[in-house]
């Protein structure tokens, strides 16, 4: 996560990398870019306060025990991670809200890495749509990245395209990204105490 | 009889996957959204530990979070069930706190489904 004035907007943002997330009550934005990771933004108008998180699944989503996967937990962790970040900055849950973004088709490969934009984009709708929060607007697949901007405060998202020239930084970072969230879904030993 | 494991957790979605995990075992698991929910739960049961066998809780909750229903539970005939914290919070400070207030673990997510299991077997035997 680093701060930065962005000519673009004339302002200070907060970039978001893949695996990160952010919320605020202060009128922050924040931007990220998307291949083929997704982005979800969650917000509550009424009380000025959202957030964004930026995710990919570390593999495929299958059946109806989609939820008990590790994959599906590890996309779970992500929206809980955001939800709660919102909720501690004074969004109230029944008044949640979410855009869904991404899931372009921007890896190189074929089978599993090939589902991987589709398999983001379904989980993001499907938790959303379990956990009772509209999605309001989606802008979701294609073969093209995008930058986006949230404007924490209302919700309001800028979008631009990012055309397959400009893409192969994006792929490697996302790349990299998954190899690791593949790593943490195996260190889970590390997570249990028991008093 | 197949034990019994109440999971307190304001997500639907994290509810269902603890259900299916341990549903496919042979627990029978309890629903609660909140701590509240979960204590107006526990007292249609009599507190002998025969019939909850473990609770797993969240921590960040609306209306009672984890920490208090602990408290709360610790001052009912349910203060020997086992208590699992089952959360996105990782500091020490946070883990003390559920120790201080009586809890038997803290998971931290994500976690394997099959560490799921072996925890809650430990615990709820």
């Known amino acids: 996560m680093t701060v930065f004035f962005d000519s673009h907007v004339r302002e200070e943002v907060v970039n978001l990398l893949p695996g990160e997330f952010g919320a605020s009550r202060e009128g922050r934005i924040y931007s990220t870019v998307l291949g083929s990771c997704v982005a979800v933004v969650i917000y509550d108008a009424a009380n000025r306060v959202g957030g964004m998180n930026h995710f990919m699944l570390p593999g495929a989503v299958e059946d109806r025990r989609f939820y008990a996967t590790e994959n599906g937990r590890y996309g779970m962790y992500a929206m809980e991670l955001l939800i709660n970040a919102v909720i501690k900055e004074g969004g109230e849950r029944s008044r949640l809200v979410a855009k869904v973004v991404g899931g372009g088709s921007v890896l190189a490969g074929s089978g599993l890495v090939s589902r991987v934009p589709d398999n983001n984009v379904n989980f993001a709708f499907d938790y959303l749509g379990t956990e009772g929060i509209p999605v309001v607007s989606s802008h979701v697949g294609g073969s093209f990245g995008r930058k986006i901007y949230l404007y924490a405060a209302s919700g309001r998202v800028l979008l631009r395209r990012i055309g397959k020239g400009h893409l192969a930084p994006v792929a490697e970072e996302e790349a990299r990204y998954l190899a690791r969230a593949r790593t943490d879904a195996l260190e889970a030993e590390k997570r249990l105490t028991l008093f | 009889m197949a034990k019994t494991v109440l999971i307190v957790d304001d997500s639907p979605t994290l509810r269902a996957s603890v259900d299916f995990t341990l549903g496919e075992v042979g627990y029978r698991v309890l629903h609660a959204q909140n701590g509240k929910e979960a ?10 530990g025969e019939e909850i066998g473990m609770i797993i809780t969240d921590v960040n909750m609306p209306v009672m979070d984890g920490i208090s229903f602990i408290k709360e539970v610790k001052r009912t005939p349910f203060k020997f069930v086992p208590i699992l914290v089952m959360t996105t919070e990782a500091q020490e400070t946070m883990k003390n706190e ?20 072996n925890v809650v077997a430990k615990l709820a035997s």
């Open chain 2, 39 to 48: 204590l107006e739960l526990l007292a249609q049961f009599d507190g002998n």
């Open chain 2, 98 to 117: 559920g120790r201080t207030v009586g809890a038997s673990g803290w998971l931290v997510k994500p976690f394997k489904p099959e560490q799921l299991l």
